[in-house]
């Protein structure tokens, strides 16, 4: 399951570096440049109390809660990338990761739909359970929930693709699919605690 993990993360990390490909057009700097700069200026701390497990990032514009079983795991999954965020269970079975890019112009739903392109390339088996929009704290979202397969394991995915400062925001949940009704409840429940702040 940490494969699939790997796996889901690296089809976020071509999500973003997509969307800074996009914006590189309007004459800003070369993405590595440019991603290295909002590295620096992002000053990004996880904080996680005891109790509830709720964990505050961007400077507290993005806040949400897990199950008391996932922790911080952002320093051991090989980056060092002070924009990505890795919560998982001492298992690595369910995980959420949390990464914030770079400045794009393109609409939540066009980059949801490449997403969904993406993962469907990489797995001729992905069902896609609903790609939406949604509203937190009268922002717009997009979620797009599936289920993805890699080496004969399955896991429920729900992705929600937002702005903050006018760069996206992706959040992914992972959780195994063996209880697709499950899988969905428990991710919808941390979906549902998510607030964003302008």
Not at 91 to 103: N, S
Request: glycine residues 8%; negative net charge; contains cysteine.
């Amino acid at each position: 399951m940490r494969n699939l993990i790997k796996y889901v993360g690296i089809g976020l990390l071509a999500l973003g570096l997509a969307a800074c490909d996009n914006s590189d057009n309007d004459g800003r700097a070369p993405a590595q440049g440019s991603e290295a700069q909002s590295s620096e200026a992002q000053s990004s701390e996880a904080q996680s109390s005891d109790a509830g497990n709720t964990i505050t990032l961007l400077d507290g514009k993005l806040n949400f809660s897990l199950p008391a079983d996932m922790t911080d795991q952002s320093g051991k999954v090989g980056t060092q990338a002070n924009n990505m965020h890795v919560y998982s269970d001492s298992t690595g079975q369910k995980a959420v990761i949390v990464i914030l890019g770079d400045t794009t112009s393109e609409t939540l739903d066009v980059l949801a739909k490449r997403l969904e392109d993406q993962q469907r390339s990489r797995d001729p088996q992905l069902q896609v359970v609903t790609n939406k929009a949604i509203q937190v704290d009268g922002q717009k979202l997009q979620q797009l929930d599936s289920i993805i397969s890699a080496r004969g394991q399955s896991a429920w995915s729900s992705v929600i693709l937002g702005k903050v400062d006018g760069k996206l925001l992706t959040m992914q949940i992972t959780l195994p699919a063996d209880d697709q009704q499950k899988a969905q409840t428990e991710a919808e429940s941390i979906v549902n605690t998510l607030t964003l702040k302008p």
